[in-house]
């Protein structure tokens, strides 16, 4: 869970679902969620990913749910490329959005 630093509405996500620290491709992230929370709400799913995208560069994401007065950011990974490999990585998120 991240918390930002301001409340901002969420314009989109930056992501990087691919392998780090010299792990093998199999750990990329396959699957994920996105979650956004106001400073006093519930979780909501901003995001639900469930194919694989390119690891080694930062997709742009665009929220449809969840983007107004945002001051938590939560990032569940649900599933690597491969069950037999027991890592699952992910190698960036960025926030972005306007106040």
Same mark, same amino acid.
């Given at each position: ?13 930056? #992501? ?7 792990? !093998? ?7 994920? *969620?996105?979650? +956004?929370? /106001?400073?006093?709400?519930?979780? #909501? ?7 694989? !995208? ?7 994401? *665009?929220?449809? +749910?969840? /983007?107004?007065?945002?001051?938590? #950011? ?26």
């Amino acid at each position: 869970v991240v918390k930002l630093p301001a409340t901002i509405d969420v314009t989109s996500f930056g #992501v990087d679902p691919g392998e780090t620290c010299g792990d !093998l491709p199999e750990a990329a992230t396959k699957a994920f *969620d996105i979650y +956004t929370r /106001t400073a006093t709400g519930d979780w #909501v799913l901003a995001w639900h990913q469930t194919s694989l !995208l390119a690891g080694g560069t930062l997709t742009t994401l *665009d929220p449809k +749910t969840g /983007t107004h007065n945002v001051r938590f #950011v939560r990032l569940v990974l649900r599933r690597n490329v491969s069950a037999s490999n027991p890592l699952v990585d992910f190698s960036e998120l960025s926030v972005r959005g306007r106040t």
